[in-house]
């Protein structure tokens, strides 16, 4: 592995691209660091506090924007109201018949892709109205002094016009500064450029997450080895199930041209267990931090307050349910929506291959979709058993330490977070994939084996 590194960095082409991604996230982080203007640094101490109520929601969306919600900064965003306009036009796509058509025709996914664009900046309108709007919302219920300076996040957002403007409009061109910089990474650099900048947020806020573990846990040796031990043990799931792969056989008939004869061998359609990787963990992320967004924008009431105790402070058997429901449903549909892409039965027709004992046809399409859906469901329950990590530890640490709190605090399973920990996985793999492949084009030999 070493030496392939080495030899990637040998060739001038290959090297350039790793430096500009590496350069591309220096300027992400130098932009995290960056603060939105008017910010109240007292009232963010207050939320950045792990005990806080609502920390755990604080710390992990500042662990997802790489640390742009501990100085507030322009990109406080991140890239998530890209993902949220990415998952409003795949599920639009295959109802609306126009944008079916507009898909197809050449050029239609480049034009798809301008619309997310577009439908990113309302997005990332709502979702800074509503991140500060909750980050009001929990500083009521952590500072006891109702006449206190620190009650709101930027003072006087909201009743003054021109400062609310330049705040929602500074954190929208925050995101779409760091999509610009994500699609850069993906053209110019190697690898995924939105799941690299979220891989390089998680990296980045990860050590200073293991200290407050540490210094503010009420048994830090305890959780510091659980946290071990969660990690190890979730590394090796992910890696053996992301890998995992159903092998379906296929035939290819014997054809005559002339004096030569084609075909006649035998291969297999490899269907991973998890074809679609980390993006199912993204955008539920993503989705189940709406509720909260959402009823920030109503005045007080009994739901409100329900609804931002659960979902704000990420705790409790519905916020947890939501979440599993959301990684198992998004995997499924991601799923169908990969398979259906490819045109596996009429490729493998065109071919003249087969699959033993089945139909070319209709017949092998339905042969196809049923196997993925059951091998899909292994990894979907799976992904949403990774998702859920927290609070299966919050639930086994309430049963072993039943007189202390739980939720609104650090354990050893929110230092990455269980979607934290498959991104990063997941984002490691695909870039030591597709920087293996661009050194065998090279004749390089590869790691990956």
């Not at 979730?234 to 005559?256: A, D, F, H, L, N």
């Not at 596996?344 to 070319?360: E, N, V, Y």
């Not at 939720?407 to 990455?416: C, S, W």
Request: aromatic share 10%; no cysteine.
């Amino acid at each position: 592995m070493i030496q392939a590194l080495r030899n990637a960095f040998r060739l001038p082409d290959l090297r350039n691209k790793l430096l500009i991604t590496g350069l591309i996230l220096v300027i992400y982080q130098f932009a995290a660091h960056v603060p939105v203007v008017g910010v109240n640094r007292a009232a963010l101490e207050t939320l950045l506090d792990p005990t806080a109520t609502g920390g755990n929601l604080v710390n992990v969306l500042n662990l997802l924007s790489g640390g742009a919600v501990a100085n507030f900064s322009i990109l406080a965003n991140g890239v998530y109201p890209y993902i949220t306009a990415s998952i409003i036009f795949q599920l639009l796509v295959p109802i609306i018949p126009r944008l079916q058509q507009i898909q197809r025709e050449p050029g239609g996914r480049e034009k798809i892709q301008r619309y997310t664009y577009y439908m990113t900046i309302p997005m990332a309108v709502l979702q800074a109205f509503g991140q500060i709007q909750i980050f009001n919302a929990l500083l009521v219920t952590n500072v006891a002094d109702p006449t206190a300076a620190s009650l709101e996040i930027i003072p006087g957002f909201g009743s003054d016009f021109l400062l609310t403007i330049s705040v929602l409009a500074t954190m929208t061109a925050g995101t779409m500064f760091a999509v610009w910089l994500g699609e850069l990474i993906t053209e110019q650099g190697i690898g995924n450029g939105i799941s690299i900048i979220i891989f390089a947020g998680i990296v980045a806020e990860a050590p200073s997450n293991l200290v407050n573990l540490a210094t503010s846990s009420l048994r830090p040796f305890y959780d510091l080895i659980l946290f071990v031990v969660i990690t190890i043990v979730s590394i090796v799931t992910i890696v053996y199930i992301q890998e995992g792969v159903r092998r379906v056989p296929v035939q290819y008939g014997k054809r005559v041209r002339g004096r030569k004869q084609y075909g006649g061998t035998s291969t297999h359609i490899p269907l991973r267990v998890n074809p679609v990787g980390m993006i199912p963990l993204i955008f539920s992320q993503a989705v189940v931090t709406f509720p909260a967004i959402f009823v920030s924008f109503f005045p007080d009431s009994g739901f409100r307050r329900a609804v931002t105790d659960s979902f704000g402070n990420q705790q409790g058997l519905v916020y947890w349910g939501t979440f599993f429901t959301l990684t198992v449903a998004f995997t499924f549909f991601y799923s169908e929506v990969m398979i259906g892409n490819q045109n596996l039965a009429d490729s493998l027709q065109r071919q003249g291959g087969f699959i033993p004992g089945i139909r070319p046809g209709k017949r092998t399409e339905d042969y196809i979709i049923r196997v993925t859906r059951r091998i899909t469901l292994v990894g979907a329950v799976f992904l949403g058993i990774i998702a859920i990590v927290p609070g299966i530890v919050d639930f086994v640490n309430g049963i072993i330490f039943p007189g202390e709190t739980v939720g609104g605090t650090l354990n050893a399973a929110t230092v990455l977070t269980g979607a934290g920990l498959i991104i990063v996985v997941g984002v490691v793999i695909d870039f030591m994939r597709q920087l293996e492949a661009q050194l065998v084009m090279r004749n390089y030999e590869g790691f990956m084996r």
